[in-house]
């Protein structure tokens, strides 16, 4: 159920991930509808030992819904430990809330490809990469026109 997004700002994958909130909502793979939007910096602490308890935190918040975790491979990239204690958590409470909530993670597609290479539990877990390609001139007409009808 959990998924990585990979693409440029923009595109829609934060949209997608609401959507299928909706969807595993309404086929009743999940309790809620919601979708709790979080960067990857937001899941750090400032001190050794705070930042499990604020994944812990922030996860609970998404049960029944979707946790979306946006630029998630800025994980990787923190000194300290605190992005590895924030991944061993994240695991951790993928294995034990299996059914109860679907985890997005988002970013650049080389990036995210970086971050999953850094754990084996988060392979495991992340089987499913979807690439959002970049919208192409006449589509973005398209949208203009839309939004300027709407």
Do not use: C, W
Not at 66 to 74: C, G, N, S, T
Request: glycine content about 10%; cysteine-free.
């Amino acid at each position: 159920m959990h998924l990585v997004f990979t693409g440029n700002p923009g595109i829609g994958k934060t949209t997608v991930a609401k959507i299928l909130g909706e969807i595993y909502h309404n086929i009743g793979s999940l309790d809620s509808g919601q979708t709790i939007m979080v960067n990857a910096m937001d899941l750090l602490a400032e001190y050794v030992g705070q930042t499990a308890p604020k994944v812990e935190e922030t996860f609970n918040h998404a049960l029944g819904g979707v946790l979306f975790i946006d630029e998630a491979y800025a994980l990787k990239q923190t000194r300290g430990g605190f992005g590895e204690e924030a991944i061993a958590k994240l695991i951790q409470l993928m294995e034990e809330n299996r059914n109860d909530v679907m985890v997005i993670m988002a970013g650049y597609e080389k990036k995210m490809m970086d971050l999953l290479q850094m754990n084996a539990g988060l392979k495991e877990r992340f089987t499913e990469i979807i690439h959002f390609d970049d919208y192409n001139e006449e589509e973005l007409k398209t949208i203009f026109i839309k939004m300027l009808t709407e």
